[in-house]
């Protein structure tokens, strides 16, 4: 099996990726995607086309790799299948929590899209140096010297934050999601802020666990609807990742369907680009932008029209490579549903 992400060294864990897709259409040689040494991944296609599909196939040998650590970060409760029966060692976090202590004080004003230098904003800021929890945050504002008006507005925000139930004292940590199992974050149940601020805190967790020490494992972080996640508060923990997380150890596989939506980073520092169906011109040109000097071509006119197939940008060895993605092994909860389904597979009226 040849092996993408990896120049020159033939040993270390490896994903099965698929198979190379040959000139006539038929199935060439195995292909695979290095997990031994850190990437900084991206996988997109418009939906339908595979991208969520490949995020599960690559967590699924992850999981199963000596010495890595993944964590799924589930926006829609698509990869619970990961931990159906016993092909993956997986487990499902269908409430995940984090402390509150994980956001830092300079991104509560930004959580609630307040200036930090405005009233409200600056004691929410000052409440969360001084206290860890949301209960001494909110005795911090009580105290505060400051208009009854302002109070009021920050105690409202901090009862929305505490309605999301996302903090915890006793939550997840890095040493948990370092753990021997892959772990699926179904954040399917969380305000798109209240996601935003799980994402921060896992990426800025591992990152800081892996800058500490040398953990046993090193976190492989696979992320789908990815431009979500890049418009919020953590967005400033991924780019972390993306630009410094090599060195340590950490990697991330960010998956969306709107390249174009992605900060420019996101795009440049992808060391691996796993491409699906494009349509759109402002996703395709978000891509093309960011295109390698040794690619031969354009990328547009490499992008596969047949869902499962896709075109792979490896930066490691400076080659393009046209691939079909292999059979999940665990239940794919991405598929859309249809109505004849929910019917029982009969006709329930006249045909138009």
């Not at 040689?29 to 490949?54: E, I, M, Q, W």
Request: aromatic share 4%; proline share 6%; charged share 20%.
């Amino acid at each position: 099996m040849h092996v993408l992400g990896r120049n020159g060294r033939r040993e270390g864990p490896a994903a099965r990726l698929g198979t190379y897709r040959a000139a006539d259409g038929s199935d060439g040689a195995a292909v695979g995607l290095d997990l031994d040494a850190p990437h900084a991944a991206l996988v997109v296609g418009k939906r339908g086309y595979g991208k969520s599909y490949t995020l599960g196939v690559l967590a699924e040998d992850a999981a199963r790799a000596p010495g890595v650590a993944p964590v799924v970060v589930d926006p829609m409760g698509g990869f619970d299948g990961l931990a159906a029966g016993s092909a993956v060692p997986a487990r499902v976090v269908d409430s995940p929590a984090v402390p509150t202590s994980t956001l830092p004080p300079a991104a509560w004003p930004e959580l609630f899209d307040l200036s930090p230098t405005g009233s409200v904003g600056s004691v929410l800021w000052e409440a969360a140096a001084a206290a860890d929890t949301l209960d001494g945050m909110s005795a911090h504002i009580e105290a505060a010297g400051v208009d009854a008006g302002v109070r009021r507005a920050a105690r409202n925000h901090l009862a929305l934050a505490d309605s999301w139930d996302v903090f915890d004292a006793d939550a997840l940590d890095a040493a948990a999601l370092l753990s021997g199992e892959a772990t699926v974050l179904d954040c399917s149940s969380l305000d798109d802020r209240a996601a935003s601020v799980l994402i921060h805190a896992v990426a800025s967790g591992l990152y800081a666990a892996c800058v500490d020490g040398r953990p046993s494992r090193l976190p492989w972080v696979f992320l789908d609807e990815s431009h979500t996640a890049f418009d919020g508060v953590a967005s400033a923990a991924l780019e972390t990742l993306l630009t410094r997380g090599r060195t340590p150890g950490v990697s991330l596989v960010a998956a969306t369907q709107r390249p174009d939506a992605l900060p420019a980073t996101a795009v440049s520092q992808a060391d691996l680009l796993i491409a699906h169906r494009l349509t759109a011109a402002d996703d395709v040109a978000a891509l093309s932008a960011a295109a390698p000097t040794y690619l031969e071509g354009r990328l547009r006119d490499r992008l596969p029209a047949t869902p499962g197939e896709a075109v792979v940008v490896d930066d490691t060895t400076e080659s393009v490579h046209g691939v079909r993605i292999r059979d999940r092994e665990t239940p794919h909860g991405g598929t859309d549903p249809r109505a004849s389904e929910r019917a029982g597979g009969t006709d329930s009226g006249d045909a138009l």
